[in-house]
């Protein structure tokens, strides 16, 4: 006998359980676990295996080390490694060994970053490290430091450490990703903001969006929100209070989100993601995905118009290296390429809806998940 949907939670857990696909892990979680394994060898002489980390939603996968290396006398330093399993998702990086190497520095250093083989380096603006920096991004950064300090407290370490992330065959793999027209040189980036690699799969997903909206109207929702991850999540959470079953994990398919609330109508729907992704809806794109559209700087530079920039800033967002330098171009002469950007979103959603009774707000964000346009 079939469940119903008033007998299933909702929610982005619920969504991945129903895909029935496997879940992985980012080289964030990959690198974090490394480089957990390798100073606790330094502090300790043993390297742990399998290491156990925690993610930033409180998960403790652990990870059996592929390699590892400590050297001592004059020069010490622990290295060890990861292959990245990227469960069922077709994600180039599976398989990948993701190494970190970690060597002490003197009291007061912190905790320093370095590119190793097969990671690349920021050479344009636009991102979220500045030109110069290793492609290891905030979050993976900031779950390195967390486990360093741990791993400082536990053994009598400093914490005073440097971290050099390396990932074999890295600068190969990085030809088949977006990092090269990005200005990411010299390899991959290190990147997560869960620690999970969500499996891609179109009808698997799409499937779980519309039992999502099943369950939200079975609970007695009155207003959904599509978001396109989980910083999205947290900012929904965080404007309208809204529970777990009314939260939709859009990921890409805006188009699956609309079609199937057009049919199977709520009150209100808030669709809620980053701004280069909103900006592909604005433009007429209902898949969202990196390989099936991109974000349109032409048409970001003809939306500045519109918000009042001139001709030299219009050309600068024509030629910007991502939509989030586009916007940050903007934002510093006041132009609120956000709120333009979100009220063309909302009106493409409209058009998909032909008129079915569901009001619409768009909310885009940046990264870090502040909001830089509503509508």
Known sequence: MAESSAEVSGGRDAQLKHTGLRPGWTTGACATAATTAAYTALLTGEFPDPVTITLPKGQTPAFALAAEALTGAGSPSAMAGIVKDAGDDPDVTHGALVRATVRPLPAGSGVVFRAGPGVGTVTRPGLPLDVGEPAINPVPRQMMREHVAVVAARHGGSGDVEI?????????????????????LGGLSILGTTGIVVPYSCSAWIDSIRRGVDVARAA??????????????????????????????????????????????????????????????????????????????????????????DETLAAEVAAANTGLAALQMCAAQGVPLGDLVAAEARDQALAVLRGAPVAVDVVCIDRAGTVVGRA
């Not at 050099?164 to 027209?181: F, K, L, M, Q, Y």
């Not at 188009?255 to 669709?271: E, F, M, Q, W």
Request: proline share 3%; charged share 25%.
């Open 164 to 184: 050099t992330v390396s990932v074999d065959r890295g600068e190969d793999i990085a030809r088949s990703t977006w990092n090269p027209r990005l200005g990411i």
């Open 220 to 309: 007695g929702r009155t207003h959904v929100a599509g978001c396109t991850g989980s910083t999205s999540e947290k900012t929904v959470v965080s404007l309208y209070g809204l529970p777990e079953d009314a939260l939709l994990d859009m990921g890409d398919f805006a188009g699956a989100v609309l079609k199937y609330v057009r049919r199977h109508p709520v009150d209100r729907l808030t669709i809620c993601g980053g701004f280069a992704k909103l900006s592909k809806l604005a433009a007429g794109h209902l898949d969202l995905h990196s390989g099936r559209s991109q974000v349109d700087k032409s048409f970001l530079a003809d939306l500045a118009r519109r918000g009042g920039a």
